[in-house]
């Protein structure tokens, strides 16, 4: 360490390196996210954070039942959902609202699977909408939670797969 005067401080690389990675970290538990300085408290969530701060949800599978997303809207945030519950696909048809548009169902029992809302009809498969499928889960994902995971995803992953259109993953 050398000092220049009493109100300058030279440290090493590493103990530099070392000070400001402490603090970002403190930072990090203070503030929670950049949403804090622009207005949104986020730390009252009722869900935990990984590493990345992204949220963590244990989703309830549900036998015999397929998820409605009528709307690219509804798919894409269904989809951020079951990230966060660490659900993934059997396959690498990430996008599969283009299939089928608005007729769109998922079936979220052992893994993924997808179909057009008649045919899930057909099996006699319960069919929810996102919402009631939100309003089961224990605790239930409120609309706080999904925007808190959307504005996640919108920040960490703006270029998911997920996102991209079917076309571009052939």
Not at 18 to 39: A, D, S, V
Request: charged residues 25%; glycine residues 2%.
């Amino acid at each position: 360490m050398i000092t220049l005067n009493k109100s300058m401080i030279i440290l090493p690389h590493e103990e530099m390196i070392e000070k400001l990675e402490n603090t970002r970290i403190k930072r990090m538990n203070l503030f929670g996210n950049l949403n804090q300085y622009m207005g949104s408290d986020s730390t009252n969530s009722n869900f935990t954070k990984d590493e990345n701060r992204k949220p963590i949800l244990i989703l309830k599978e549900l036998e015999q039942t397929a998820i409605h997303t009528p709307t690219q809207e509804s798919y894409d945030t269904l989809m951020q959902i079951y990230e966060c519950g660490n659900w993934k696909w059997n396959t690498e048809i990430y996008h599969i609202w283009q299939i089928y548009r608005k007729n769109s169902c998922i079936v979220a029992n052992n893994n993924f699977q997808f179909g057009h809302i008649e045919l899930i009809k057909k099996c006699n498969q319960k069919i929810l909408t996102p919402k009631e499928f939100y309003e089961i889960q224990k605790p239930e994902i409120t609309p706080k939670m999904i925007q808190e995971i959307s504005q996640w995803f919108e920040t960490n992953k703006p270029n998911r797969k997920s996102k991209r259109c079917i076309l571009d993953l052939l």
